[in-house]
C-alpha cells in the first residue's frame, strides 16, 4: 500500500515515501499526507530538523503515481494542483531544516519537492529531473523552480528534453549539496540535519522565511499557469494514453 512512514531518530523526523513498487511514486493521499506530516514535526518540540527519503534503493519519488494520471481529466485538474500546492508551501514554510536524502531516481514532482527542501544529499547513481513533457505533462511548476537555480538556457534544455541528470551533473549545477556512498546518504542527511538545526535558531528561521517569501509569488503564479495549460493538456487526453500505455507495455 501507497503511504508514507514517519518515524523520528535522535530528534530528527524522518518522513519515507513508501511506494518501492511504482518508484516510490505518490499518491494524491501520500501528498495530503506530507502536508500534514510536515505541520505536526514543525509543530512537535522534541523535533529538530526533518529529513524525507523514500523506501528501498531504486527511488527517492518518481514523481506523480501513473495509477491516478490514467483516470485524470481536465475537471480533476484544479484539486490535482492545490493538492501540490499545499504541499510545496509546507515544505517552504517549515521553521526547520528539511533535508532530501536522495537514495535513486528523483523526478517530476518528487524533483520538485526535491528542490524545495533546503538541501539535497545523493549517491552517485541518483538520476534526477523533470520528464513531465515524455508523459504528454506540461513542465511548469517544475520549470520555475528549476529555473530560479539554472536560469534560462539550462532550464529550457531540461525541461524540452525532459531527461534525468546525472547526480555528478547535478551536483556541478548545484542542485546536490553532497555525493556519499549510497549506504551512507540517509545517515549524512540525519548529521546534515542535526548541524543546520545547531545553528542560531532565530537567524536560521528569518533566512528560510525570507527564502519562502521570495519564492512563493512566482510559485503562485506558475501554478495558475499550470492551471492552464494541463487542463489543456488533460482536456486533450495526452497524459492519460501515455500512462495506460506504460501500464500496457508493462503488463504485456
Not at 516510490?24 to 499526507?33: E, H
Not at 495509477?67 to 508551501?89: C, G, I, N, P, Q
Amino acid at each position: 500500500m501507497a503511504q508514507l512512514d514517519i518515524d523520528i531518530r535522535d530528534g530528527i523526523g524522518v518522513i519515507t515515501l513508501n511506494n518501492p513498487e511504482a518508484l516510490n511514486a505518490w499518491t494524491q493521499q501520500m501528498q495530503r499526507d506530507m502536508v500534514t506530516a510536515l505541520q505536526d514535526l514543525d509543530a512537535d518540540e522534541q523535533v529538530t530538523g526533518i529529513v524525507i527519503t523514500g523506501e528501498g534503493e531504486r527511488a527517492f519519488c518518481a514523481g506523480q503515481d501513473l495509477k491516478e494520471v490514467a483516470a485524470f481529466t481536465e475537471d480533476h485538474v484544479e484539486e490535482w494542483l492545490e493538492t501540490f500546492r499545499l504541499v510545496y508551501d509546507a515544505v517552504l514554510s517549515t521553521s526547520k531544516p528539511v533535508i532530501a536524502a536522495l537514495n535513486g531516481v528523483t523526478a517530476g514532482s518528487g524533483y520538485q519537492l526535491a528542490l524545495l527542501c533546503d538541501l539535497r544529499i545523493a549517491h552517485d547513481g541518483v538520476r534526477i529531473g523533470q520528464p513531465e513533457v515524455r508523459s504528454g505533462i506540461p513542465s511548469i511548476t517544475g520549470m520555475y523552480l528549476t529555473w530560479q537555480s539554472l536560469g534560462h538556457s539550462k532550464t529550457a534544455e531540461l525541461m524540452l528534453t525532459g531527461r534525468l541528470m546525472q547526480a555528478e551533473e547535478a551536483h556541478a549545477l548545484g542542485l546536490i549539496a553532497e555525493i556519499r556512498p549510497q549506504a551512507e546518504v540517509l545517515s549524512r542527511s540525519l548529521e546534515v540535519a542535526a548541524e543546520l538545526a545547531a545553528l542560531p535558531k532565530h537567524a536560521f528561521t528569518l533566512t528560510k522565511q525570507r527564502i519562502r517569501q521570495t519564492l512563493m509569488p512566482g510559485l503562485e503564479e506558475a501554478f495558475e499557469a499550470a492551471y492552464e495549460a494541463d487542463q489543456k493538456a488533460y482536456g486533450g487526453g495526452e497524459p492519460q494514453k501515455t500512462a495506460g500505455d506504460f501500464f500496457a507495455k508493462k503488463g504485456a
